[in-house]
């Protein structure tokens, strides 16, 4: 009797919670709804008028065309945005995770001075947001863009990625440390021993122990890269989504279910790689990491 009331109280918990949790989540769930029906109709369901919505893929076809209009306007090549896109969070995840993942080992690991100071100004950094730092890095921008027309584009994608990396790494850092503090000495002690270098034993035998951390740091800057909009106008010489839709909103002529289209294109990706880690997420505990 006593073990099955403490079942029956830890369902009604996980109940509770799953309620207020739908609760919660229930404004973005019915925009986001919304937002993908309206890409599939004559209008916006926000009009709540039903009896005049049809379903179409008019938007999606005008879409793939590049073409924010019923009629006219200019064509633009949407997978050249998408691969603007990508290239940005991609690099963005990368840098944010390689140099989380040396930093975080390197302080968890090795003693030296200043280091609590280190850490203490990196949480700092990562707490000023990044537009105001943006007149500092465009003056950067600015002195350091090449004079040859023919790198800058080329220059703008890697300072683009480089500046909104650093606004991710201290909170990759202190992340990617604390897995790494949850690592017993041991499992690395014997490599050392045999003559392994740190980041042999880095690369080789922690880096695994380690995975949903890795993917957990991965996602989140893949997501600051993506969904960023202020650096990537700032800096950008291409187009990303993110500035596409942007762009089209200011204009008259948008066909909003059109735009709705693209919102949705523009989300896709991210929720395909956010449930696609989940697996590798579910492993983190509270208490440490699942062997």
């Not at 919505?53 to 064509?75: P, Q, Y």
């Not at 947001?129 to 040859?148: D, E, H, T």
């Not at 220059?155 to 790494?169: K, N, P």
């Not at 523009?266 to 492993?283: A, C, D, E, G, N």
């Amino acid at each position: 009797m006593v073990t099955g009331d403490v079942e029956t109280k830890g369902r009604i918990k996980e109940i509770f919670y799953l309620g207020v949790l739908l609760a919660l989540s229930a404004p973005i769930l019915v925009v986001f709804v919304l937002l993908v029906i309206s890409s599939f109709g004559n209008q916006m369901a926000t009009n709540f008028d039903f009896s005049a919505f049809r379903f179409t893929l008019k938007n999606w076809r005008l879409l793939f065309e590049g073409r924010m209009a019923i009629t006219g306007g200019v064509r633009e090549n949407i997978w050249l945005h998408f691969l603007s896109t990508a290239v940005v969070a991609g690099g963005v995840a990368f840098l944010t995770t390689f140099v989380g993942a040396l930093t975080g080992y390197a302080i968890s690991r090795i003693k030296f001075k200043g280091r609590k100071i280190l850490l203490l100004s990196m949480l700092l950094i990562h707490a000023l947001p990044g537009s105001v730092l943006i007149v500092g890095v465009y003056f950067l921008y600015r002195v350091l863009m090449p004079q040859n027309l023919v790198f800058i584009r080329y220059f703008s994608f890697f300072y683009v990625i480089l500046a909104r990396a650093a606004l991710e790494v201290p909170l990759s850092v202190w992340l990617m440390k604390g897995f790494f503090d949850l690592l017993p000495w041991e499992t690395e002690w014997s490599a050392l021993v045999d003559g392994a270098s740190r980041f042999l034993v880095w690369r080789k035998i922690l880096l695994p122990l380690i995975k949903p951390g890795i993917v957990a740091v991965l996602i989140f800057g893949f997501l600051a890269g993506w969904q960023d909009l202020i650096y990537v106008r700032t800096f950008l010489i291409d187009r990303t989504l993110a500035t596409f839709i942007e762009s089209n909103l200011e204009t008259e002529m948008a066909y909003m279910p059109l735009l709705a289209a693209a919102a949705t294109f523009y989300l896709l990706p991210t929720i395909v790689f956010y449930i696609s880690s989940q697996q590798l997420l579910f492993k983190v505990y509270a208490g440490g990491i699942r062997r």
